[in-house]
């Protein structure tokens, strides 16, 4: 038995998690920091995406978000009151590399070393994102993921980041989510940039796993050695909606398209030959993927970054299901294109129960299974939890309070299954819960709050919702306690 194990037979009332555990929260640049012309920052596809009418909703920008480019001191003292020991943010590449290419502005890189040097004051391990999803817009220009230069100037600004950076990051994540940059900025359109092709979708696909490869190398020679070096991904934990053949077959290939074209070429070396089948008729594979690019995306990484929210549950849209009316979701913001190349009729549907405001099925049984499959095909491979959340409809009290006990239901229930999941022997170093404080969700602007940190945007004054409170006392114990009754139900 474990020492979790144990201690989980001995009471079902507090969860143990392993002595060194990470608990931490996660912002991304574009989302928080504002300050969006400043200091040499150029645009990014999402400044110009966002100011492009229609896009987003109500209109929102990044362009001033939560102020965290001049509020960092404050901010990292807040997250100091919360007992955070880690904290995962992202770096803005147009901020430190302006036009994608060529010198470092220093500037840019002074705002993360001054920031690192808050975290390390206070004791907090900061976790680095090179990419999360603002690509510099001259690179775009140039042909954006589309194009395999984007690999390469990639893996000079990772360079660049880890000469600036690499003394006091220990942990350096190439990208977040590349299914979300390849398939909802090119497929989709509704992420920036905003195109609607499921060819570029999948060349974007694979020039993601490729600058990923080429940072990885590059991170790797300007790091120490200690440095833990890894991808995030947002893995779909895919149910089929019945056990016909169409429906389990839809599955597949939703795994296919939308999992294993990044775990294939990071951990097999080769993409899946049902992938490759599935999209011969929208991608050339063999003009696409170059000898050696395999063995470049799959060098050794120390850690796999999961981000979890809700589990997908599919269908082949082209059979009828038996009279039994089922309601759709695409759980990403809708839009007439699909995010799925060569997959375009599977159909999505919102799982029973309990959602979120995202309309996103609440299910922490997914993140269980989805560390599991991890754990069963790669036992060896250290995981991290880098997102989990949930966005509600908060609000401030005439007290001047926000009480979240669905949040507080939503991250317990989650927090459960993944220790399950480490009794269970997923090597699980960490959870970072999304999100520090509330911001500009993507196409959703300010409209949907993930924070545990409640911001008034019209002031920016910061309030700490009672979810902060509680996961506070979690971090600080290291232990999971039972729900009081009026929070345990949601
Ligand atoms: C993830 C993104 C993150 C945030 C959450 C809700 O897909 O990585 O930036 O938008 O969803």
Redo the contacts with the bound molecule.
Sequence with gaps: MTAVQSESAETSRSLRFPPGFLWGA???AY?IEGAAAEDGRTPSIWDTFSHTPGRVLNGDTGDIAADHYHRYRDDVALMSDLNLGAYRFSVSWSRVQPTGRGPAVQRGLDFYRKLTDELMERGITPLVTLY??DLPQELEDSGGWTVRDTAERFADYAEIVAGALGDRVPFWTTL??PW?SAYLGYGSGVHAPGRTDPESALKAAHHLNLAHGRAIGALRSALPATAQTSI?L?LHQIRPLSESAADLDAARRIDAVGNRVFLGPLFDGEYPADLMADTSHVVDWNALVKDGDLAEISRPIDLLGV?Y?TPTLVSDGRVRQDGVEVPRNDGHGGGDHSPWPGSEHVAFHLPPGETTA?RWAVDASGLYDLLMRLTREHPDLALMVT?N?A?YDDYVSPEGTVNDPQRIAYVHSHLSAVHRAIGDGADVRGYFL??LMD?F??AYGYS?R?GTVYVDFATQRRIPKRSAQWYAGVARDNVLQDLPEEDGKS
């Design positions: 996660a912002t991304a989302q999360h999803w977040n989510e979300c995030t947002n981000n929210y995202m997102e959340g966005a999304w999100s911001n969700e993507w949907k993930f």
